[in-house]
């Protein structure tokens, strides 16, 4: 069940990516077709309302396969399930350990006033807690990526979807080019996408979601993307995405 409903996601969201194209095309030359009357308009409320029927689709597969792993049924990917709730639980601890060590005030550590870096794009930003991420995160981010050849990223995101620390190979310089940029300087960034917002914001034991990923430079790759709570001291911080290639 899990499989199929996975398979559903993946259909899904290449759908939705084709929508959003003739979304962007019918904005770009919907002023033209104005003098023609409203069927452009028609046409656009319909991409538009069967993208709303997709992203439903895409919300009820998702916990379809929720279910089905809860049961038991989620064995392909109860390793990395497993490995995701323990990386998440060692942030959590390190945070705390930051705490009570009075490296960070827990209210600078949940502080989400963003600074922008000035001159980045797309726009990078700084918040009170990104230098001790900086310092805490790497070890156990960087050996997730040793733990599959499947996984593509591993990453903690607050509750907005800010990314503060990423893996090395996605925390280059940003260059001059933004879409270079966008591929290979993903630190720094708020991704407050459906995925990446779900993902900071669940407070289940673990969220299993399906989606097509933007690598930037024009490149998509279909993946499953796991998370887990960061919890410190009761409070919900954010959570732990990890990310892999779909089989």
Not at 11 to 39: K, N, V, W, Y
Not at 73 to 81: E, H, L, S, V
Not at 124 to 134: C, H, I, R, S
Not at 231 to 241: D, M, P
């Amino acid at each position: 069940i899990a499989e199929a409903a996975q398979k559903s996601i993946a259909h899904a969201e290449t759908l939705r990516g084709e929508q959003a194209g003739m979304a962007q095309a019918l904005d770009t030359f919907l002023p033209t077709f104005r003098s023609i009357g409203e069927s452009a308009e028609w046409t656009a409320r319909g991409v538009h309302d069967a993208s709303q029927k997709v992203r439903t689709l895409i919300d009820r597969s998702e916990t379809m396969v929720q279910a089905s792993v809860g049961l038991g049924g989620g064995t392909i990917d109860q390793r990395f399930i497993d490995r995701v709730k323990a990386d998440a639980a060692a942030i959590s601890a390190a945070f705390e350990t930051a705490v009570a060590e009075r490296r960070i005030s827990l209210a600078a550590l949940f502080d989400q006033r963003y600074r922008e870096i000035p001159g980045t794009d797309p726009v990078q930003v700084m918040a009170p807690f990104t230098e001790l991420t900086d310092r805490l995160l790497p070890p156990i981010q960087e050996a997730a990526l040793d733990f599959d050849p499947r996984v593509i990223f591993c990453a903690a995101v607050d509750r907005n979807g800010y990314l503060p620390t990423h893996n090395r190979k996605f925390s280059h310089p940003q260059s001059a080019d933004p879409v270079w940029n966008a591929a290979n300087s993903r630190n720094r960034r708020i991704f407050d996408d459906r995925v990446g917002l779900k993902a900071g914001r669940n407070t289940e034991p673990f969220l299993l979601q399906v989606y097509r990923r933007d690598m930037g430079g024009g490149a998509f790759m279909m993946m499953k993307d796991l998370s887990a709570p960061i919890v410190v001291r009761g409070q919900h911080w954010g959570g732990l995405r990890l990310a892999y290639r779909i089989s």
